[in-house]
Nanobody, 121 residues
């Protein structure tokens, strides 16, 4: 059974930083990448960042390039999203995903429950 468990969300001031973690159990053998999507109130879920398990190839949404980084620890089956220079528009529920890379994003074959990130003063 695949299970993705996120942690690290919370409230942060504009300009601040936050790190999200996602522990993956069960999808390692059927997926080649992990990453993050987010959904703001009243908006559709959108891609944020992804990383391939084997080579560490990354993908980022244009809106987060230069501010967010993604990394993985294969021994722990965990992916991290380091978010810096946060803006109010980064607010939303962040979902961990496992799937495969596409040319500009990734597929969402498996999903976590989501963790809330709120950027506000």
């Amino acid at each position: 059974q695949v299970q993705l468990v996120e942690s690290g969300g919370g409230l942060v001031q504009p300009g601040g930083s936050l790190r999200l973690s996602c522990a993956d159990s069960g999808s390692t053998f059927s997926t080649s990448a992990m990453g993050w999507f987010r959904q703001a109130p009243g908006k559709e879920r959108e891609f944020v960042a992804a990383i391939s398990r084997r080579l560490g190839i990354t993908r980022f949404a244009d809106s987060v390039k230069g501010r967010f980084t993604i990394s993985r620890d294969n021994a722990k089956s965990t992916v991290y999203l380091q978010m810096s220079a946060l803006k109010a528009e980064d607010t939303g529920v962040y979902y961990c995903a496992a799937g495969r890379l596409t040319s500009a994003a990734m597929t969402g074959d498996y999903w976590g429950q989501g963790t809330q990130v709120t950027v506000s003063s």
